[in-house]
């Protein structure tokens, strides 16, 4: 039998602190009565139920109801402009340049008239042209000298062959009655004629339509219009046109005592 002592010693090393003997053991100490009360397992808590446990939680603030804000649309300005004010608007015509113009043209004095006529073929006068023999026959038909004196180099334009100076109709225009305004200055002239196309175009300021009219060009006086030379040998019936006019304008350039 183990004593009270050894007993203890034994319990200890094992660790085991309370122990309670199934029955009365011989040399051992008397039993303590506190030791003998089971004490009773406390009470488990009491869980909240988890509808109380979402009650706590902070419930989010009520979302306010949105309202829709008209926003301008994107669409462009051009687009919505009105119907009326888009068939008004301007449109920009694309300026077409005339082409540059071809002629050559010489002037003549024949007795109190001037002759700027066309020269058909680009060059001068030779004395065997019919185109030339045309015209000393106008000339002698109209009381005037037969054999005109040639004033200057003939008119050739355009005048440069390169370059970026104008030399549109317009300034072909200019050119030509300038030229003509500085001889009239030096020379006297009761009537201008103007044989031919380009002549009457750039010279009188008109077309086709003035032929065998009489025309009054501010600084170059009277002024008559003629078919060129070739078309006139080509339809001779525009002849007798051509003297009618001539026999109505004959008294300007005509001595009186003739």
């Not at 044989?195 to 060009?217: K, M, S, T």
Request: glycine residues 6%; positive net charge.
């Amino acid at each position: 039998m183990l004593n009270e002592s050894r007993r203890r010693a034994y319990l200890t090393a094992m660790q085991v602190v309370t122990w309670l003997p199934r029955t009365e053991l011989p040399f051992a100490a008397p039993s303590r009565p506190e030791l003998l009360v089971v004490p009773e397992p406390p009470a488990a808590p009491v869980m909240a139920p988890p509808v109380a446990q979402v009650a706590a939680v902070p419930s989010k603030p009520a979302e306010r109801p949105k309202i829709e804000v008209p926003r301008p649309s994107v669409t462009p300005r051009a687009a919505s402009k009105p119907v009326a004010e888009a068939d008004t608007a301007p449109v920009v015509a694309k300026v077409v340049p005339l082409p540059t113009p071809r002629f050559a043209l010489q002037l003549l004095r024949a007795g109190r008239c001037l002759v700027l006529v066309e020269l058909p073929t680009g060059g001068a006068f030779q004395s065997r042209d019919p185109a030339y023999l045309l015209l000393k026959d106008m000339l002698r038909a109209a009381g005037l000298p037969d054999s005109p004196q040639i004033i200057g180099e003939p008119i050739r334009w355009p005048l440069l062959r390169r370059g970026n100076v104008d030399q549109g109709p317009e300034a072909a225009r200019e050119f030509v009655q300038g030229f003509l305004m500085a001889r009239l200055e030096d020379i006297e002239c009761a009537c201008l004629w103007l044989i031919g196309l380009p002549a009457v175009r750039f010279a009188g300021q008109a077309n086709a339509e003035a032929y065998h009219r009489d025309l009054d060009i501010e600084g170059l006086g009277c002024v008559w219009a003629l078919p060129g030379l070739e078309l006139l040998m080509d339809e001779p019936h525009r002849k007798a046109d051509v003297w009618q006019a001539m026999r109505r304008l004959m008294a300007r350039w005509k001595p009186i005592n003739e």
